[in-house]
T-cell receptor, first 110, second 113 residues
Framework: QKEVEQDPGPLSVPEGAIVSLNCTYSNSAFQYFMWYRQYSRKGPELLMYTYSSGNKEDGRFTAQVDKSSKYISLFIRDSQPSDSATYLCAMISTGNQFYFGTGTSLTVIP | DTAVSQTPKYLVTQMGNDKSIKCEQNLGHDTMYWYKQDSKKFLKIMFS???????INETVPNRFSPKSPDKAHLNLHINSLELGDSAVYFC????????????FGPGTRLTVL
C-alpha cells in the first residue's frame, strides 16, 4: 500500500464549478500537509500548507485536513481555466520525510 | 531572477552513458533536494542535502550520486544510464529540511535511448 493515495483523474469541470481534490494516507506520523499545483512541463509550486486538522482558506482555495480519517482535501471555488493543472498533495512525517501523491489532472472548461 | 535553476532543461542520451544535471539556487536556502517524476507524474524524493551534508538518501541505485560543492549548488551525476532512468528530474530548495516551503526548479527531462 502506498503511503499516500490520490486519484489521478483526469477531472474535467465547467468554469465556475467547485472542485474537490482528495488524498488519503496511511501513516499516522504525517504532521504537515501541503498541496502543490503543477502546470504542464513546469515544476510544482506550493499552494497551501497546514499542520492541523480543520480548514485553511486562501482566496478561492480551501485546504481541509481530517487526521482522524487520514484524509485531506483541496477545494477550489469559482474554478477558472487558469486552474487547469495537476494538483499534488504532499505530506511530511515526524521523520522529516516528504511523500507526494501521484497528482490529479484538472481541466477547467471555459 | 530565477530562484532555482537547472541545466540542462532537456537531455537525450544513449544507454550506458554518464551524465550530470546541475542545480543552483539563489534564495540563500540551506537545504536542497533532488526528485524524480515518472511518466505517471509520481514525484519521489531521491536525495536531500542540508548545508552540504547528505540528510536524506532514499533507495536509489548507486549509479546516482549527488554532489554539493556549496550550499547553493546540488548536482546530480548518473553513471551507466538505463532506459528506466528516463524521467523528469526536479531540484528544489528550502530554508530548512523540516517544515519550510520547497521551491522547485523547472525540471530536467532526461530521455535515455
Amino acid at each position: 500500500q502506498k503511503e499516500v493515495e490520490q486519484d489521478p483523474g483526469p477531472l474535467s469541470v465547467p468554469e465556475g464549478a467547485i472542485v474537490s481534490l482528495n488524498c488519503t494516507y496511511s501513516n499516522s506520523a504525517f504532521q504537515y500537509f501541503m498541496w502543490y499545483r503543477q502546470y504542464s512541463r513546469k515544476g510544482p509550486e506550493l499552494l497551501m500548507y497546514t499542520y492541523s486538522s480543520g480548514n485553511k482558506e486562501d482566496g478561492r482555495f480551501t485546504a481541509q485536513v481530517d487526521k482522524s480519517s487520514k484524509y485531506i482535501s483541496l477545494f477550489i471555488r469559482d474554478s477558472q481555466p487558469s486552474d487547469s493543472a495537476t494538483y499534488l498533495c504532499a505530506m511530511i512525517s515526524t521523520g522529516n520525510q516528504f511523500y507526494f501523491g501521484t497528482g490529479t489532472s484538472l481541466t477547467v472548461i471555459p | 531572477d530565477t530562484a532555482v535553476s537547472q541545466t540542462p532543461k532537456y537531455l537525450v542520451t544513449q544507454m550506458g552513458n554518464d551524465k550530470s544535471i546541475k542545480c543552483e539556487q539563489n534564495l540563500g536556502h540551506d537545504t536542497m533536494y533532488w526528485y524524480k517524476q515518472d511518466s505517471k507524474k509520481f514525484l519521489k524524493i531521491m536525495f536531500s542535502y542540508n548545508n552540504k551534508e547528505l540528510i536524506i538518501n532514499e533507495t536509489v541505485p548507486n549509479r546516482f550520486s549527488p554532489k554539493s560543492p556549496d550550499k547553493a549548488h546540488l548536482n546530480l551525476h548518473i553513471n551507466s544510464l538505463e532506459l528506466g532512468d528516463s524521467a523528469v528530474y526536479f531540484c528544489a530548495s528550502s530554508m530548512d529540511p523540516t517544515t519550510d516551503t520547497q521551491y522547485f526548479g523547472p525540471g530536467t527531462r532526461l530521455t535515455v535511448l
